[in-house]
Antibody
């Protein structure tokens, strides 16, 4: 069955770039009509969708993070990646990658339900 | 963006009891695009309910969702030991899609 696994450094210094990769196994990232997204969860807090990518390379970012965020896909490696620059302590969180569908209507597009998740990776921003 | 407020923050119940969790939206979720997730400590969330009332694949029928407009409910008819966890609602009716802050169901 399809599985997702996040990888990347667990500690990032303030003002530097947070980089994570999600490896998809048990299926091809480019053979489905699903989107691939990143969600984060600060310690003791709720969930926040931060951005997504389609296998074509089309990207969708939460507006408040758009200036700092880049999501890319490497279909040859069945991976997608996240880069968040100029990080602060507020970016400390568990970062999840997940598969989801996408909805457009009412003048907007947005992620739908997240049906398959990675286990999550904790990233701490600290000097 | 739509703000989702979940209540109560914590629900203390015994196994076998009925759990009723509320999710209230700051504006109408017109399409009923409302989902519920379960999260256990150290684990990723698991999709339980989508479209306000449809169970995801493999979800037991003791979980049910209902509601429309601004008020939605997740009901667990008889709590099993494995049901004690955190529950989040999510709306995907309008951009950017948002989650509630969660309700913890704990053993009384």
């Amino acid at each position: 069955q399809l599985q997702l696994q996040e990888s990347g450094p667990g500690l990032v210094k303030p003002s530097e770039t947070l980089s994570l990769t999600c490896t998809v196994s048990g299926g091809s990232i480019s053979s489905s009509s699903y989107y691939w997204g990143w969600i984060r969860q600060p310690p003791g807090k709720g969930l926040e969708w931060i951005g997504s990518i389609y296998n074509s390379g089309s990207t969708y970012y939460k507006s408040s993070l758009k200036s700092r965020l880049t999501i890319s896909v490497d279909t040859s490696k069945n991976q997608f990646s996240l880069k968040l620059n100029s990080v602060t302590a507020a970016d400390t969180a568990v970062y999840y990658c997940a598969r989801h569908n996408w909805y457009c209507g009412g003048g907007s597009c947005r992620p739908g339900t997240f049906d398959i998740w990675g286990q999550g990776t904790m990233v701490t921003v600290s000097s | 963006e739509i703000v989702l407020t979940q209540s109560p923050g914590t629900l203390s119940l015994s196994p076998g009891e009925r759990a009723t969790l509320s999710c209230r939206a700051s504006q109408s979720v017109i399409t009923s695009y409302l989902a519920w997730y379960q999260q256990k400590p150290g684990q990723a969330p698991r999709l339980l309910i989508y479209g306000a009332s449809s169970r995801a694949t493999g979800i037991p029928d003791r979980f049910s969702g209902s509601g429309s407009g601004t008020d939605f409910t997740l009901t667990i008819s008889r709590l099993e030991p494995e049901d004690f966890a955190l529950y989040y609602c999510q709306q995907y009716d309008s951009s950017p899609g948002t989650f509630g802050q969660g309700t913890k169901v704990e053993i009384k």
